[in-house]
């Protein structure tokens, strides 16, 4: 067993500038780059031709949303990392880190209908906008519409009977709830006033 040590360096900025400017001396550099430059050759000609294979991908489907056209760079980030989570995941781990990534760059503004394409081109199906959002345990405040009315608004002070509504955010479909009255512990109360029990 080795000996415990009997001090410890305290390392600073000036201590850490000082080793890497030792470390970048050009003689021990030079070195370091003979060694390792081959070894890191073949790796850097291998992402270079996926790096191709990411722009044409992410171009050709940013031709069909001449607005976000201007965004190549941001949507080659997003298509950078899914491929690389392709690589190193699979099945249910590579589903999570792609919903996420997917609501990542839906949250700084980027097109939903882009990103699932992008996604899509790399092999990779986001899961629908519900699931994303239950993984990620998002609550959010939505306004419920019954399908097919004239969008009477199914929410806050409103007793339905058995009803599907689907859920709409800035007017995209995103999921469905049934809202039940059923006798259960959950009352519904309006005004102070208990008018019946819900069971959702």
Same mark, same amino acid.
């Given at each position: ?162 009803? @599907?509504? #689907?859920?709409?955010? %800035?007017? *995209?479909? =995103? +999921?469905?709830?049934? $809202?039940?009255?059923?006798?259960? @512990?959950? #009352?519904?109360?309006? %005004?102070? *006033?208990? =008018? +019946?029990?819900?069971? $959702?």
């Amino acid at each position: 067993m080795p000996a415990r040590r009997r001090y410890s360096a305290t390392r600073t900025a000036i201590s850490r500038t000082q080793m890497w400017d030792r470390k970048m001396n050009a003689e021990v550099y030079s070195e370091y780059l003979k060694a390792t430059k081959p070894l890191a050759l073949p790796k850097v000609a291998m992402y270079q031709t996926v790096h191709e294979h990411l722009i044409s991908t992410v171009r050709n489907v940013l031709a069909q949303y001449p607005d976000e056209a201007v965004l190549l760079q941001e949507y080659m980030w997003y298509a950078q990392k899914l491929w690389s989570f392709s690589q190193r995941l699979k099945g249910k781990a590579l589903q999570n880190q792609a919903d996420a990534l997917y609501l990542y760059y839906r949250a700084r503004g980027r097109s939903e209908p882009a990103l699932r394409d992008v996604a899509h081109a790399l092999g990779i199906e986001i899961s629908p906008n519900d699931e994303v959002l239950r993984k990620a345990g998002i609550l959010i405040h939505v306004d419920v519409y019954v399908e097919g009315s004239p969008r009477v608004k199914v929410g806050e002070g409103d007793i339905v009977e058995s009803v @599907e509504a #689907p859920i709409y955010v %800035d007017d *995209v479909k =995103v +999921g469905e709830v049934l $809202v039940t009255m059923v006798p259960s @512990e959950t #009352p519904v109360m309006m %005004d102070g *006033v208990e =008018v +019946g029990r819900l069971s $959702v």
